[in-house]
């Protein structure tokens, strides 16, 4: 090459003008699970969408459990403020007696069968709100409902955080942790599911909404490894295409070891920090590194992608 002209490295000449994310890895400013005071979140969606804007998010999207409510007000704010809002929720469902969490990811909002669907899983916490109730009462807590609702502070349909929240204003419990660690968590008297549909339920209302169904947390369910690759295959086989590889923070060895079960079913990867308030440890958008793996990242599924190419 002639001294005169100007060397073009490679990396100049691989580089688009402005990159979209092609890897999971290279995710920045992106979480796609948070809660509002739409359903157990201490933020209101107009002010998470503020704080997720003053955290550098621009790429989000607000999961509500069982409930798209938030999402009008967040869709505004996140307008004004610059950020692409993917509308969303996370759905309660079980499987093999377990509660599973599905989020689903809705470009086009609640459509087909989520609409009824919707209608069903309100009208089942607000039952199973009463079961807890009667159950927290034979535990010591008088007028449980009530004292929940209260701790709610709106009339928003009830979870099991309120009445975690009401034992600790009784003096019954010493925190929320010891309230879910001895009466509402997983297998706890308060922990009632009976209500709620088959996860196969729950990502077919998703797909009939034109969404992406997310396997949510699927380390938080104290599950084997073994078992988990059965969780991930009722999964799939009922239509889920995608499952968060980070949630928050965890062990990088066990979140190498899900790349691996995520990417034998060819599941896209999602990612969030399921923040629910602010002073904890989690923040909207912080969560641990994500591994370089070959999984597709879920923004890149055929019905989100035209959203988030705007954006890139
Ligand atoms: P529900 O939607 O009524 O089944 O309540 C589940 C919610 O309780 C989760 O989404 C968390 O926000 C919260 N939760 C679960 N386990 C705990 C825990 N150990 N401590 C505090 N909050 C918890
Ligand atoms: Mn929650
Ligand atoms: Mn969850
Ligand atoms: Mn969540």
Known sequence: MPMNETPVSPATLAEPASPAVTSLADAQGIDFHMHSTASDGALSPAALMSLCHERG??????????????????????????????PGLELSSQWQGM?????????????????????AQAKARVTRGEEIARRMEKLGLSDALAKARAQAGSDR???????????????????????????????KRGDVKAGWPYLSEVVEWINDAGGVAVLAHPLRYGLTRRKRGLLLDAFTAAGGEACELVSGFQNADVTRDLARQLDERG?????????????????PGSMSPVPRTSLRPVWQHPRLAALFAEAA
Not at 65 to 85: F, K
Not at 107 to 118: D, E, I, M, N, W
């Open 267 to 283: 599941l896209y990867g999602s990612l969030g920090s399921d923040f629910h308030f602010p002073g904890g440890p989690v923040a």
């Open 157 to 187: 349909p009830l979870g099991r955080p309120d009445f975690a929240r009401a034992m600790v204003a009784d003096g019954l419990v010493k925190d929320m942790g010891t309230a879910f660690k001895k009466y509402l968590g997983s297998g």
């Open 99 to 119: 509660n599973i969490h599905v989020v689903g990811l809705l470009p086009q909002g609640a459509r087909g069968s989520l609409v009824a669907g919707l209608e």
């Open 57 to 86: 998010i621009n790429r989000l999207s607000l999961t509500d459990h069982d409930t798209l409510d938030g999402v009008a007000e967040a869709q505004e704010a996140a307008d004004a403020l610059g950020m692409t809002l993917l």
